[in-house]
């Protein structure tokens, strides 16, 4: 090149060119060929590459460098060859500009950075899609991960580009950068207690990429779909998206469903109230017609047995029912509620089953179903639920019970 430049010099001078423009005349030719040059090597080097890598890609059975191909981490390696060239050469195509030769290789040794950073950040997102296949890996907070070190790299590349336009060393120009490290650090605060939060929302397990979350103060109740350095996105079970900061997970309470997803059943906690005044006890007869119900006919003959028994031998006097031993409708209708679901097929029998009866209010006697259903999705979750009730308050008047409800405009019809 050197050579070529003096032949090219003399050539213009012997034709009676002046020494500058001659001077400005050589450089554009050599110029405009090095630029010709550094296109070809690219397009040879990038095909060369790319040819050998998707051949290899299509023969092994890992899926990696298929992916390392998608995000084209071979084509930006092609373009580091032409800078390098171009670096080496340009200080003789410049050699009698000295300006332009300085301003020339500092553009280039930028370019050299950024294109650096493009390949770091091709590699990691192919590493992150890579993780992203690995079962064990496909539900951890991947993007925090790579965005951390996207950002050192970042940081890194600035910093070296600054230290090579300022012409400090890049140890001295770090040194120099104490006195604005509390305004970085108060730059960085989000980003800071995201990369925190992430560490601490990996290693105690706290939210998963899939996991069904509850989070009331930002409106969430959905599916996370992604967990990255800033934020976390969960998607509504009515299909919107609420993005939440990642720092949020472990500042604020939420709940995560995971424990419930992976359990025997979820659970049913739903209760009715019965009016106080409907509540008595029951008589010979009301007993003898409740037996005709299968699910609680032995049940109330055991039970009319043992209370006669009782009854009996305490001479206790039946002529009034307040006294001795008696069975209540409400009683019983709790035993036939509680049995009835430790029979219904959707019903998950290992797991608690119970009816209880809760401290009594303005609004009556509230009856609780606590059971859980075999089947976990919300939809099949709901129509079991529907099932169960729908069955129990159509039951109610059986055993001469009423539910609570306000008065309405019917309520006061003559």
Known sequence: MERLRHLLYDFLTSIGVSNTVASYLNMLVLLIGLLIVLFIIDFVIRKILLRIFSNIAERSKSNFDDILVKNKVFRNVAHVIP?????????????????????????????????????VRSFLNSLKDYFKTLPRLKDKPIDSYIQVFMIFAWIIGVFSAVAIVTGLSFGKFLTSLGAVSAIIILVFKDTILGFVASIQVSINDMVRIGDWITFEKYGADGDVIEINLATVKVQNFDKTITTIP??????????????????????????????????????????????????????????ENDINTFNSENNVD???????????????????????????????????????????????????????????????????MADIFDHIIAAVSYFELELFELPNNSNFNS
């Open 318 to 384: 039946k002529s009034i029912l307040i006294n001795g031993r008696n069975l209540t409708n409400l009683g019983v209708f709790r035993k036939y509620i509680e049995t009835y679901i430790e029979n219904h097929s959707a019903i998950n029998k290992e797991m608690t089953i119970m009816v209880r009866q809760l401290a009594p209010t303005s609004q009556g006697i509230p009856l609780e179903i606590y059971a859980f259903s075999s089947d976990k999705r919300w939809q099949n979750y709901e129509y079991i």
């Open 83 to 119: 800078l390098i060239i171009a670096i080496e050469f340009v200080p003789t195509v410049f050699s009698d500009f000295p300006y332009w030769e300085y301003v020339i290789e500092v553009i280039l040794l930028i370019s050299g950075i950024v294109l650096t950073l493009w390949v």
């Open 246 to 303: 990642t720092y949020a997970l472990i500042s604020d309470s939420f709940k995560n469903w995971r424990g419930m997803m992976t359990s025997g059943g979820r659970r049913i906690k739903r209760s009715l109230s019965i009016k106080l005044n409907s509540v008595s006890y029951l008589s010979k007869n009301q007993i003898d017609s409740l037996k005709n119900i299968t699910l609680i006919s032995d049940y109330l003959s055991d039970r």
